[in-house]
């Protein structure tokens, strides 16, 4: 299947791990998507590492950890493209989330019956 990073597609969090596993492997952090805005590519790894540099904190209060973001938000957002306006930020990937105003562009349908959105896995390396 040939998608764009802006590309809507539907599918199931069981297809979506399955399609993950079948690019990168069994280990999530190696796991890699697509920002639709700026194009950046990022997994687990590069944000495992930038909240190494830079870390946050939940409501809670709880650290968030790669896997709570990867694949939801653009790498920019941790590395501090909030921090500054779009047009200032030189670093690396920008603001955009999955959950945001525009939605998705993937759309994940859970086991509970709700919806997750996220960003398009990236092609095989």
Not at 38 to 45: E, H, K, R, S
Request: net charge negative; with cysteine; aromatic share 8%.
């Amino acid at each position: 299947m040939t998608t764009t990073a802006s590309t809507h597609r539907k599918l199931t969090q069981d297809e979506l791990l399955a399609e993950a596993r079948e690019r990168f492997g069994d280990d999530p952090l190696k796991w890699a998507f697509i920002c639709p805005s700026c194009g950046d590519t990022a997994n687990g790894d590069d944000f495992a590492k930038a909240l190494a540099d830079h870390p946050r904190q939940h409501p809670s209060g709880e650290a968030v950890i790669a896997s709570d973001v990867v694949g939801q938000e653009c790498i920019g957002r941790t590395l501090g493209a909030l921090e500054t306006s779009d047009e200032a930020w030189k670093g690396r990937g920008c603001t955009w989330v999955a959950y945001g105003l525009f939605s998705g562009p993937w759309e994940i349908a859970l086991p509970n019956g709700r919806t997750a959105y996220g960003f398009p896995l990236a092609p095989s390396v």
